[in-house]
């Protein structure tokens, strides 16, 4: 009863986990209009502007929270599906996000920016530790249960 409850918890991680994937395609290359290629290779550009006074560092701050949000369920789900260690799952979403900037840069959708990457892996490496600590609650009341 057990490996039969394993295996569809399993196959409805893989199934969120792809329907996120696609969510990410949307929200980051579909969900956008052809505009001329721009690129901004100035990381933390955002706090440099807020620094000075700049309205636009505010938005731009939103912009890098907003990143971090959108890839917590990438480093979330890739750790239930696999089980990874930290560092696969920083990688992974450092490697997807490269591809996404690349594409966006490509197809010339949106802005490519190293700051969208480095909000990106952040985000997949919180979205690890959130599954950490999700695990861990869920074996201490598997383990309170038993008692």
Known sequence: M????DVLSKKLVW??????CGFIVWMTLLNRSVYVRQCEFCLFWALQELAVGGLEGVKG????????????????????????????????????????????????RGLTELDDMTANTIGAGIGFLLWKVVTRMMDSQKKKLRE
Do not use: H
């Open 2 to 5: 057990q490996l039969l409850e």
């Open 15 to 20: 199934l969120l986990f792809i329907a996120y």
């Open 61 to 108: 701050i939103v912009w890098y929270l907003e990143n971090i949000l959108l890839f917590m369920p990438f480093g979330f789900f890739l750790s239930a599906i696999n089980e990874c260690r930290w560092k696969k799952v920083v990688l992974s979403g450092f490697a997807v996000s490269a591809v996404i900037e690349i594409t966006q840069y490509i197809t010339a």
